[in-house]
């Protein structure tokens, strides 16, 4: 099983950013595919950004353009850059790890989004 431990989330100003980590530990394979998930209070769990093995990149609409994926697999880290944040974008913020369609990593604790003025 693969472990993962978030971090870099905090309150931010409406148009501002936050850079999130995501360091994975277990049994990790370089195919597998890093993705970020949000899930704000009382909404579901959405899936909001996600890096294939080669680098192809999916974004939920709602922040295509203002967030940016990335993975540095000698670190066994994915980031999320995260750009003009609004209000909206509050919820806390787990990433994982999918092989294909499953994933494989433990949900963590999670860092905890605010955007607010």
């Known amino acids: 099983q693969v472990q993962l431990v978030e971090s870099g989330g905090g309150v931010v100003q409406p148009g501002g950013s936050l850079r999130l980590s995501c360091v994975a530990s277990g049994t990790i394979r370089s195919l597998y595919a890093g993705a970020w998930y949000r899930q704000a209070t009382g909404k579901q769990r959405e899936l909001v950004a996600i890096i294939s093995n080669s680098g192809t990149t999916n974004y939920l609409d709602s922040v295509k353009g203002r967030f940016t994926i990335s993975r540095d697999n000698a670190k066994n880290t994915v980031y999320l850059q995260m750009n003009s944040l609004k209000p909206e974008d509050t919820a806390v913020y787990y990433c994982?790890?999918?092989?294909?369609?499953?994933?494989?990593?433990?949900w963590g604790q999670g860092t905890q989004v605010t955007v607010s003025s």
């Open positions: 994982n790890v999918l092989n294909g369609l499953r994933l494989v990593g433990s």
